[in-house]
């Protein structure tokens, strides 16, 4: 039986859920306004955040923050600069943001300390979440929810079409500058469940196994948190039975699930 | 109607480059539009008819020149004139997977109106609702935007550019994919707008259309106006047939 009393594994779980609700949701505006390039252009940001950190002997996880937040708000002037899409610029970014880590990397002091660090941040630890990081994500995912909900119509019709919101008098710019902002926190604060690796799956995973179902977008934005924070507690219960890395159940579970909502969707079926 | 002439549009001198080009798409255009009028706007392929509709609303950024709408500068207040133009972009096509409905999009037209946070209320539904019906799509409401015809498309389209209740109408080809029973409903439908005052400009290479309902014409040619004439004279151009074979096919 899974113990569930260790105090340790209660906050894992939650922790998972929270998580998996957040990428869940912000995943279903990456996967519309085209920005998956940001899950590993922004985690790699909070990778070299946090090798500065190290580095500078400051707190890896603020340092991370930090670093995303600043490349998630250049990224949109950027691509309207460059006329590109922000997703090209992300791209750009993501090895920009690799070398910036490994020349972090090598100006740290000690290597011992680097090696602990950046395993839980490139591979995640679930298992050593906090009670600090678990309020970290329920506050981001309050946040996160009430921005979205109180911006919706905005986002719903860029999402639609990006011209045609600006040509009702929307500030479109402004909007995706905002989710890219959001996402690179979230990507951020989901490197403790899965790491920078995986993250990837957590955000874009959810969202297409929800729009194999549904037709609308009001309501894949409800079911792909559901199925985020699902499958992330199923992955962690997997790992523990199984002793397996946590991440990589997660990305299992939440590759399989869409595997077969592929199989069982509506949308591939005639008459 | 209004009996006084008050100026709803007014573009002076303005030319427009896209991005990276060197060439204007349209040129030194001067065109002043009052309250109420109906403008047929011409020319051939390439003419620069869609680039003057998106330079009055502002989606384009001109090079040169000024253009009030409402009575305000477009480069300040663009946002705001922005919110109160109805505008049926060209070939507007969407993919068959599109997560929204029909009535998601119309509603859409009214977004920008609201303002920030505020939510569309049961009002605004039924009057997207109501507009759905106008053009007799009501019963396609809930379905998939995506998975409608050309033509049902188009008039979804048309659809949320008049829920806006905008005060400029802009139609880019908004015929294009219609029957021609279609054509003369939504026709109809903007002209009886255009007679409660609603200022409209449609570019459109749909000959009988303009005959039958044309009060001024603005031709257009290699990024200019080559002529604004009057109903009148506009009704002498086409008598000509031979012009409107050069100007259209
Ligand atoms: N995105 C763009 N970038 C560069 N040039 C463009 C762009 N769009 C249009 N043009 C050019 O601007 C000119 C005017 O184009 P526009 O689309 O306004 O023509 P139009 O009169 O609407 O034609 P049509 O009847 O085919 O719709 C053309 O020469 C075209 O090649
Ligand atoms: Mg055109």
């Not at chain 1, 309050?142 to 979205?148: D, G, K, P």
């Not at chain 2, 188009?154 to 209740?165: F, G, N, P, S, T």
């Not at chain 2, 106006?225 to 000509?240: G, L």
Request: with cysteine.
């Amino acid at each position: 039986m899974i113990p569930l009393d260790f105090p340790i594994i209660q906050r894992a779980l939650i922790g998972s859920i929270l998580a998996g609700l957040l990428t869940g949701l912000v995943g279903v505006f990456i996967i519309r306004m085209k920005l998956t390039s940001s899950s590993f252009c922004l985690s790699h940001a909070a990778f070299a955040g946090a090798a500065l950190g190290i580095t500078l002997s400051l707190n890896p996880l603020s340092m991370a923050l930090i670093f995303s937040a600043i490349i998630a708000s250049i990224i949109g002037p950027v691509a309207d600069k460059a006329k590109l899409h922000a997703d090209i610029i992300m791209s750009i970014t993501f090895p920009l943001n690799m070398a910036l880590a490994f020349i972090f990397i090598t100006l740290a002091p000690s290597v011992s300390q680097l090696t602990g660090e950046f395993t839980t941040i490139l591979w995640g630890s679930v298992l050593s979440m906090d009670i600090n990081d678990i309020a970290i994500l329920a506050i981001i995912l309050l946040v996160t929810t009430i921005v979205f909900y109180l911006l919706w119509k905005e986002f719903f019709s860029i999402m639609f079409n990006k011209m045609m919101a600006e040509a009702d008098g929307i500030n479109t710019k402004f909007f995706v500058y905002l989710a890219i902002f959001i996402i690179g926190i979230v990507v951020t604060l989901s490197l403790k469940l899965v790491g920078g690796l995986l993250v990837f799956a957590l955000l874009v995973n959810p969202a297409s196994t929800a729009f194999q179902f549904l037709h609308e977008l009001k309501k894949i934005v409800i079911l792909s948190p559901l199925i985020g924070a699902a499958t992330c507690a199923a992955g962690l219960i997997l790992s523990l039975f199984l002793n397996w890395p946590v991440g990589a159940c997660i990305v299992m579970i939440s590759t399989l699930c869409f595997a077969i909502s592929v199989f069982l969707s509506p949308k591939r079926k005639r008459g | 109607m209004s009996i006084h002439k008050e100026v709803i549009l007014k573009i002076e001198n303005v030319s427009t480059v896209y991005e990276g080009e060197r060439k204007p798409a349209i040129k030194d255009i001067n065109l002043t539009v009052n309250v109420g009028e109906l403008i047929y706007i011409v020319g051939p392929n390439g003419a620069g008819k869609t680039t003057l509709l998106e330079t009055i609303n502002g989606l384009l950024p001109y090079i040169k020149g000024r253009v009030f709408v409402f009575g305000m500068d477009l480069q300040k207040n663009g946002r705001k004139i922005r919110s109160r133009i109805g505008y049926v972009p060209q070939d507007f096509m969407v993919e068959p997977d599109e997560p929204f409905t029909a009535l998601d999009v119309v509603l859409m037209g009214l977004y920008g109106k609201l303002g920030l946070i505020a939510k569309p209320t049961n009002n605004d539904v039924d009057k997207a609702y109501r507009v759905m019906k106008l053009l007799g799509i009501e019963d396609l409401a809930k379905r998939p935007i995506g998975k409608l015809s050309g033509g049902q498309q188009q008039k979804v389209m048309i659809a949320r550019a008049l829920a806006k209740e905008p005060e400029i109408l802009l139609l880019d080809e908004p015929f294009s994919n219609l029957d021609p029973k279609s054509r003369e409903m939504v026709i109809s439908i903007i002209k009886n707008l255009n007679d409660h005052g609603l200022t409209t400009l449609i570019v459109t290479h749909d000959i009988k259309s303009i005959i039958e309902n044309c009060r001024r014409i603005v031709i257009m040619m290699d990024g200019r106006i080559i002529a604004d004439a009057s109903m009148n004279e506009a009704k002498r151009i086409f008598e000509y047939s031979t012009f409107h074979t050069h100007v259209y096919l």
